[in-house]
């Protein structure tokens, strides 16, 4: 670490080092899933190099500044995640009659429901207010992935919106997560590629 300091040289060497135990650090912790350490290590990943360059020798290992570090990042990153999800969760239960609700309606291009297409029985005993229509299309934008030309006229007769609101809402969504989800496939891929070699004969020799 002091060497790296000194001559910047050895970082990618000091990164893949340290990245099995970032990515590790809050299943230890917390006990977090696969996908919720991914999103951890790739919050983590752009400070790498501050924390390395901020680190001072001062008598004790690198290794406690290092667990300092992360639980410091560990803490913010769950109270941030805690509270997108209950904002989510409040977001969800808002009143049809509050105005910030018309306010929301508004801005999502509120429209009739379109006559025309006819809700199968089991969606149309379950929506029955403005609240539901609402809710229904939070969830149905969470798959935004999924929405398209075939199944847009049925979402936008469940959440009463247009639907080529509902088609414009879910191309956007999409490409807002974009770069954080090629960030994510990206470390998957490494992730992968590094277990399969630690396996034996999984590494590849190299001409």
């Known amino acids: 670490m002091l060497l790296y300091q000194k001559t910047r040289e050895g970082l990618h060497d000091i990164v893949n080092a340290l990245a099995p135990r970032v990515y590790q650090f809050p299943k230890r912790k917390m006990g977090w899933d ?13 400070r790498l190099i501050r924390l390395l360059d901020r680190f001072n020798d001062q008598g004790k ?12 990042q560990l803490r913010n990153f769950a109270r941030d995640r805690k509270r997108g999800e209950r904002s989510w969760n409040v977001s969800l239960r808002l009143d049809a009659g509050d105005p910030e609700a018309q306010e929301t309606r508004e801005k999502l291009g509120s429209q009739p429901v379109a006559e025309s297409v006819c809700l199968p029985a089991d969606i149309a005993t379950l929506i029955k207010s403005e609240a539901d229509r609402r809710n229904f299309l939070f969830l149905a934008m969470k798959c935004a992935r999924t929405i398209g030309p075939e199944n847009a006229p049925l979402l936008a007769a469940v959440s009463g919106v247009d639907e080529n609101r509902i088609l414009g809402l879910s ?11 090629l960030r994510l496939e990206i470390f998957r891929a490494r992730r992968n590629r590094a277990f399969a070699q630690s396996r034996p004969g999984g590494g590849c020799a190299r001409p």
């Open 34 to 46: 696969e996908d919720a350490c991914g999103e951890f290590y790739v919050f983590v990943h752009p």
């Open 171 to 181: 191309a956007l969504l999409r490409e807002m997560r974009a770069p954080r989800e």
């Open 61 to 72: 290992p690198f290794e406690s500044y290092l667990s300092a570090v992360l639980n410091w």
